[in-house]
C-alpha cells in the first residue's frame, strides 16, 4: 500500500512539474539582432561588415518605464535600426580599417538620432534613456563558389 501510495505522489510530482514548466515566462531584459553589409575595404577588396546590436527594454537608471509608448519605441528602434545601419554602411565609399572606427560612431549617432525621433513620435520626454550598444562589429572575408 505504502509502495502503490509512493508511486502515485512521484508520479503525481513529476507530472505537475512538467505541465507548470511553461506558466513562468522570462522576459529577456534585451533584444539583440544582427545585420550583415558588404563593405569595400582599400587594397583587399569587398567584405562582409556583421553589426550586432542589443537594446535594452527597460533602463537602468533608478526609473521605472513600464508605459506602453515606452514600449512600442523599443519594438520600433529594434525594427528601424537596421535600415540605419545599412544606409550608412552603404553609403560610405572605400574604407581603410581604421576608417571603420568612424564609421561605427556615425552608426551610433544616427540611432541615436532614430531614438530621439521616435521619442517624439511616441510623446515620451527628452530625458527617457534608451540604452543599445553595437555588441560585434567585425568583418568576414566572402567566400567564392
Known amino acids: ?19 507548470l514548466a511553461g506558466f513562468g515566462s522570462y ?18 577588396g569587398i567584405y562582409n561588415l556583421v553589426i550586432s546590436i542589443q537594446i535594452l527594454n ?11 509608448a515606452y514600449g512600442d519605441l523599443i519594438k520600433r528602434l529594434h525594427v528601424e535600426w ?4 545599412l544606409q550608412q554602411v552603404l553609403k560610405s565609399k572605400e574604407q581603410s580599417i581604421n576608417d571603420l572606427v568612424t564609421l561605427k560612431s556615425n552608426i551610433e549617432s544616427e540611432l541615436t538620432k532614430l531614438a530621439d525621433e521616435l521619442k517624439n513620435k511616441y510623446s515620451l520626454e527628452k530625458n527617457i534613456e534608451v540604452v543599445f550598444s553595437l555588441s560585434n562589429f567585425y568583418l568576414l572575408e566572402p567566400k567564392s563558389k
Open 1 to 19: 500500500m505504502i509502495r502503490l501510495f509512493t508511486h502515485i505522489l512521484l508520479t503525481f510530482i513529476i507530472m505537475t512539474s512538467n505541465a
Open 27 to 44: 522576459d529577456s531584459p534585451y533584444m539583440k539582432d544582427s545585420v550583415v553589409a558588404p563593405i569595400q575595404i582599400k587594397d583587399n
Open 58 to 68: 527597460e533602463p537602468y537608471d533608478q526609473k521605472n518605464y513600464k508605459s506602453d
Open 82 to 85: 537596421s535600415g540605419v545601419v
